[in-house]
C-alpha cells in the first residue's frame, strides 16, 4: 500500500518474457464484439423482417393510425371540442390494433362492448351516488368500484367465457377511471360522454387503417399455415426414412450432442416439430378469421374456418408418428444395415406413396379445389400391403439369432435381390454378407481390430463396441450378446409398424380433408 492513507495502488506489471500486458485487462475482444454487435443486430432485424413482410406493413399501419388519431391533439379545433379527453384515442389505437384484420375486430367488439357497459355503468351510479347527498357519494363510489372489480374479475375466469376476457378487463379500467376523474373533475356525465366519444374515434380509425391498408387477414394466413404442415410433414418423413436407410453405423455422433445441436443436419425435422406445435396458432387465427367478413377466395358468409383445425388436428397425429419415426432414427440400437437394406425397397415405396398423398392433399387444400385421392390412396394401401407381406415372409430374419440363421445367408441375398430397385445395392448388400462371415469366425480363434469394426458396422452398436461385452470373458457374455442382438433386430420391426401406422392415419385425414372441402365448397376436379 503506498500513497496517501485508505488508498491502495494496484501495480500491474508486464509479462518479463514477451513484454505484454495479461490477457484480462486487454480489451481488444469486447471491443471488437462490440462493433460487430450491431452490424449483428442489423442483420437479424432484417432477416426477421424478410421472412414475412408484413410484419414490417404491420409496424407502419399502426404508426401511421396513431398519427391520425394524434392530429387531433395537435390540431386545435378538434382539441377545444373533446379537451384532454381525446388522448384516449391513442390509447384506444395503441390497445386495439392488431396484427390481422380478425383480430381487430374481436379486440374491438371487446373494447366497444366494455368501454359502453362501463360508460353505462358509471352514470347510473353517479346519478345514484349524487343522489345520496355529499357525505355518502364517496361511499357509494368506493362500494361500486369494489363489487366492479370483483364481479368483473370472476366472470373472465368463467370456462365459457374465457373469449371475452379482454372486454372484462377493458370494462373494469374503464369505469374506474370514468367514475373517479369524474368524482374530481366535477359534471361527471359530460366527462364519461366525452371519453366514450373519444375511444369510439379511436377504435374506427384503427378499424379503417386496419381494413383499407394493405388488410393482412387471419383467414389467408390459416390456409398458408395448414398447407405449409401437409409439405412439412410430407418432407421429414421422407428425410427421416432416407436417412434410416443410408445409416450404416460408420459414423454415429453422440446422441446427447445432437441433441444439443437441435439436430442441424435434419432441416425437415425442425417444420415437423413446428407442426407439432402449431395447435395454439391455428386455433388463435381461427378465432379471429371468424371475424372477418368476406374477402379473396373465401367470399361466403360462415366460412367453416374450424374446420381447418380438425384437419391440422389430424394431421398433428400424424406428425406423432414421425416424430416416432425420427426417434427410431437416432436410438441407441439399431437393426444392422443389411437387414435395414433387405427391406429397402418396400419401405421406401411406401415412403414416397404417403409423402406423394400427402402433397396432393396440401396441393388441393392450397388451390380450393378437390378431387377423391382414389388412385394415390390405393397405390398408398397397395405399397404397405408389399411391405408387410415382406415382413410376413421374412419375420424370421427379425427374431432369430445370428448362429441360427447363418445358413439361411445365400437365400436371404437371393431374396435381397429381387427386393432391391438398385442393382449396385445388391453388390453393395452382397459385400456387406460377406463381411458378416468374417464376423462370425469362432472366439477361440480371436477378434482382431478389424473383425470388430465390421461387426459393429453389419450389427449397428452405436455406443458399444464388440469388446465392451467381453471385458468379463464369462460364459454370461455370449448369452447377453445374442440377447442383444435380437433386439436390434426387433427395432427394424418397430420403425416399420410405426410406417405402417402413420399410412393407417392418412385415411382419417383424407376423410378430414373432404369434409373441409365439401364445407367450403372447394371446386371440384377429376378424380386422380
Given amino acids: ?71 387531433l391533439i395537435l390540431c386545435k379545433a ?46 347510473v351510479v353517479i346519478q345514484v351516488a349524487i343522489s345520496s347527498g355529499h357525505i355518502g357519494e364517496p361511499y357509494v363510489i368506493g362500494v361500486s368500484i369494489f363489487f366492479i372489480g370483483a364481479i368483473t374479475s370472476f366472470m ?18 374503464t369505469y374506474c377511471l370514468i367514475i373517479v376523474s369524474g368524482y374530481r373533475m366535477g359534471n361527471p356525465i359530460k366527462t364519461a360522454m366525452n371519453r366514450l366519444y373519444s375511444i369510439a374515434i379511436g377504435g374506427l380509425v384503427a378499424v379503417l387503417v386496419n381494413v383499407l391498408i394493405c388488410p393482412i387477414w387471419a383467414g389467408e394466413k390459416l390456409h398458408k399455415e395448414l398447407v405449409n404442415n401437409f409439405n412439412s410433414l410430407a418432407d421429414s418423413l421422407e428425410e427421416c426414412v ?12 453422440e446422441f446427447a450432442k445432437t441433441v444439443m445441436d437441435d439436430f442441424p443436419d435434419e432441416p425437415a425435422f425442425r417444420k415437423c416439430r413446428a407442426t407439432l406445435n402449431s395447435s395454439s396458432t391455428l386455433d388463435s387465427l381461427a378465432n379471429s378469421a371468424k371475424w372477418e367478413p368476406p374477402h379473396g377466395r373465401f367470399r361466403h358468409f360462415f366460412y367453416p374456418w374450424f374446420e381447418y383445425v380438425k384437419v391440422g388436428t389430424v394431421l398433428r397425429h400424424c406428425a406423432y408418428e414421425v416424430m416416432a419415426l425420427h426417434g427410431c432414427l437416432h ?67 427379425l427374431t432369430s439369432s445370428h448362429e441360427q440363421h447363418d445358413h439361411t445367408t445365400k437365400p436371404q441375398l437371393k431374396q435381397c435381390k429381387t427386393l432391391s430397385f438398385n442393382q449396385n445395392d445388391c453388390l453393395a448388400q452382397s459385400a456387406d454378407q460377406d463381411t458378416s462371415k468374417i464376423a462370425a469366425v469362432p472366439s477361440e480363434l480371436g477378434r482382431d481390430t478389424s473383425i470388430k469394426r465390421q461387426h459393429k458396422r453389419l450389427h449397428s452398436w452405436p455406443s458399444h463396441d464388440v469388446g465392451d461385452f467381453e471385458e468379463d470373458g464369462t460364459v454370461n457374455a455370449i448369452p447377453r450378446m445374442r ?26 385425414l383424407v376423410e378430414a380433408v373432404d369434409r373441409l372441402a365439401t364445407m367450403a365448397k372447394f371446386k371440384p376436379e377429376c378424380a386422380i
Fill in 1 to 71: 500500500m503506498n500513497g496517501k492513507k485508505g488508498s491502495v495502488i494496484i501495480d500491474i506489471q508486464a509479462d518479463s518474457k514477451t513484454g505484454s500486458t495479461p490477457g484480462f485487462v486487454k480489451p481488444s475482444f469486447f471491443y471488437q464484439e462490440s462493433l460487430e454487435y450491431p452490424s449483428k443486430w442489423i442483420l437479424d432485424v432484417w432477416k426477421f423482417a424478410k421472412e414475412d413482410t408484413d410484419r414490417v406493413t404491420f409496424a407502419l399501419k399502426v404508426g401511421l393510425a396513431c398519427l391520425l388519431v394524434s392530429l
Fill in 78 to 123: 378538434p382539441y377545444d371540442i373533446f379537451g384532454i379527453d381525446i388522448i384516449w384515442s391513442i390509447l384506444t389505437v395503441a390497445i386495439m390494433f392488431e396484427y390481422t384484420v380478425g383480430a381487430t375486430f374481436n379486440r374491438g367488439f371487446n373494447r366497444a362492448l366494455g368501454s359502453l357497459l362501463a360508460g353505462i355503468f358509471a352514470i
Fill in 156 to 173: 373472465k375466469l368463467w370456462p365459457s367465457l374465457v373469449q371475452y376476457e379482454y372486454g372484462f378487463r377493458v370494462t373494469l379500467f
Fill in 242 to 253: 432416407k436417412k434410416y436407410l443410408n445409416d450404416d453405423g460408420s459414423d454415429h455422433p
Fill in 331 to 397: 436410438s441407441e440400437i439399431q437393426a444392422p444395415y443389411n437387414l435395414r437394406c433387405t427391406f429397402q425397397a418396400e419401405i421406401l415405396d411406401a415412403t414416397n406413396q404417403a409423402a406423394a398423398l400427402l402433397r396432393s392433399l396440401g396441393k388441393d387444400v392450397s388451390n380450393m379445389k378437390w378431387s377423391l385421392q382414389t388412385s394415390l390412396l390405393n397405390r398408398v394401401h397397395s405399397s404397405t400391403e408389399r411391405l408387410q407381406r415382406s415382413i410376413d415372409m421374412h419375420s424370421y430374419l
Fill in 483 to 508: 440377447a442383444l442382438e435380437s433386439t436390434a433386430a426387433l427395432s427394424l420391426a418397430t420403425f416399420t409398424s410405426l410406417l405402417i401406422e402413420l399410412v393407417a392415419r392418412l385415411d382419417h
